[in-house]
């Protein structure tokens, strides 16, 4: 097994591509160790020590390492790690734990269709750019013209992410949307 390994904008988080399915469908999120109990993979990861935050999208795991270790101490073991788990055969989630792709829940109310949009322009045109660099983006609310959003994996803690924010996702909101006034992030 060929475990591959890309940068992310955030320094703290590693990429890591195990070449088959991590999750078929929508994303886990642990920032820490108890919250892990519902993956053996992510208690495998997190028991390498040093590790702040493991996320998973459909073909990907993403690592986020505490400030004062260098990649060099723990990208072996978390290599050694995903590899051991795949070639176990143990499942990457036990029972309940992925967060569907998007959350298409059903709003009422005046702002009904401004959010249905909101969800379609974040599902087709800015998760996908942000799967690419290792994280997601979650839709937490909307609120007399400010989008409510929640960053994900490598997103989460990035230095970019507020540029991410400000100037990439809230000037397409606000180009297809006009109600849109401003994007914040929100913490889960």
Request: net charge negative.
């Amino acid at each position: 097994m060929f475990i591959q390994t890309e940068s992310t904008p955030n320094p703290a988080t590693l990429k890591f591509l195990p070449g088959q399915t991590v999750l078929e469908t929508g994303t886990a999120d642990f920032t820490s160790p108890e919250a892990a109990e519902t993956s053996p993979l992510a208690q495998r990861i997190f028991k390498v020590g040093h590790v702040s935050a493991v996320f998973f999208g459909t073909d990907f795991v993403t690592v986020t390492k505490d400030e004062d270790t260098d990649w060099d101490h723990v990208k072996p073991a978390i290599l050694g790690a995903i590899m051991e788990h795949f070639q176990s055969g143990e499942p990457v989630m036990g029972g309940q734990g992925a967060t569907p792709a998007g959350g298409h829940a059903a709003h009422d109310g005046p702002d009904s269709e401004i959010i249905t949009q909101i969800k379609e322009l974040l599902d087709t045109r800015v998760r996908p750019a942000v799967a690419q660099d290792g994280g997601d983006i979650t839709f937490h609310g909307f609120d007399r013209g400010i989008v409510y959003l929640h960053m994900q994996g490598a997103c989460a803690g990035c230095p970019s992410s507020t540029l991410t924010l400000k100037m990439g996702i809230e000037n397409l909101l606000r180009h297809y949307i006009p109600e849109v006034l401003e994007v914040r992030p929100v913490a889960a």
